[in-house]
């Protein structure tokens, strides 16, 4: 870790952070600073140094490689190097849109915000906030978060050169991918995750190398992928046989979803656990399920189940709940339908008959 072996240098950041709370996400940490320390004080450029470091003596030759290099950012703080704030122009800087309305009301983030008192003095507490500031102020908050990005795609540029002058991308796969999103103030002024919308649940997924079929390389694929969709892809690059009692397909093969799956189950640990929430995702159309409440005795209430359903194509925002609308009801009970199977296959594979068959049954 680099408490042990640079802790003068975390300490140098952990001071420069001291004021951007629990998770570095207060108003401080979205706000963010030009950072005034060496990139290897970071965190991240420590994460950096240590896997340059073993690409340079750590590879045995005579193996496939494996590697793994994961960053904190541009999760929040917003403390950046220079270098990297001076790649944009504040002007060039959008503004987050804003929906007609001052706040949710019969949504999944509103039934949470209802049942955690703390997540939703923390969204008031930086609403408050960023309602009063400059439009210049705003879109600072946001060049930052765009600097931290380029800056970790710096260190990916690093690691990649040094795999291609090792020769080690000549038979290669790689992937990028990212855990969640960022809300950024979407949603009249909404920070970090916590939710089903596409800025928290939408991921970049890119898959790269000399693996990847010549005719595919340096396409857009529109088709529905998930994350779950690693695990199988890699599996089978690596000529291995998939586990088919996991989810997921082949991302590289001929199977492809419907659509995309996320669920949804509150906002910490510490807090109640509200009543999951289920979302059901098309390319032109999104349906959310979800009920009120805690998960507690939610079994009890599944009569009490309430919806959103958005347009996307024409409502990319999801700022309009066609959920109630008459004239949207059977897309909306093909969405349902999808989503009840979906659930249903992905968990009718867990369980299999420990026969001398074993996991045969779930491989046709």
């Known amino acids: 870790m680099m408490g042990d072996s640079h802790p003068k240098a975390l300490d140098a950041y952990h001071q420069e952070t001291k004021d951007f709370g629990s998770g570095e996400e207060n108003v401080n940490g979205y706000t ?13 450029g420590w994460v950096a140094e240590q896997a340059l470091q073993f690409l340079d003596g750590g590879i045995d030759p005579a193996r496939p490689l494996f590697f ?71 879109r600072r908050t946001t060049l930052r978060y765009w600097a931290n990005c380029s800056w970790l795609d710096h260190y990916f540029g690093l690691a990649l050169e040094k795999l291609e002058n090792q020769g080690r991308l000549e038979n290669a796969l790689i992937v990028f991918v990212s855990d969640h999103g960022e809300m950024l103030g979407e949603r009249q002024f909404r920070f970090t995750k916590y939710n089903l919308y596409d800025s928290s649940v939408r991921v970049p997924l890119i898959l790269s190398g000399t693996h990847i079929q010549e005719q595919k390389r340096g396409t857009i694929d529109q088709e529905p992928a998930e994350l779950v ?53 098309t390319t032109e159309w999104k349906l959310i399920l979800y009920m009120e409440g805690s998960v507690a005795e939610s079994a009890s209430r599944v009569h009490e189940t309430k919806g959103e359903l958005y347009h996307l194509t024409v409502d990319p925002h999801e700022w309009t709940n066609l959920y109630a609308e008459e004239q949207h009801a059977v897309i909306r009970e093909q969405l349902k339908t999808e989503l009840l199977m979906h659930l249903a296959v992905s968990w009718a594979k867990g369980p299999f008959f420990y026969d001398r068959g074993g996991t045969k049954p779930l491989e046709r």
């Open 68 to 138: 793994y290099l994961s960053f904190l950012k541009p999760h929040a703080g917003f403390n950046v190097p220079k270098v990297f704030e001076d790649l944009y122009r504040l002007e060039d800087i959008p503004d987050i849109p804003q929906p007609p309305w001052e706040d949710e009301v019969q949504t999944h983030l509103a039934a949470s915000d209802e049942l955690n008192s703390n997540s939703r003095q923390s969204y008031i507490d930086k609403k408050k906030v960023w309602e009063q500031r400059s439009l210049e102020e705003r």
């Open 229 to 281: 969709d690693l695990v199988p892809t890699l599996t089978r690059a690596a000529g291995l046989e998939a586990n088919p009692m996991l989810p997921g397909v082949d991302l590289l093969g001929d199977l492809r979803h419907r659509g995309t799956f996320c669920e949804f189950h509150g906002k910490g640990v510490t807090a109640p656990h509200s009543a999951p929430a289920y979302m059901w995702r």
């Open 32 to 44: 963010g600073l030009t950072s005034q320390i060496p990139m290897n004080q970071h965190r991240d």
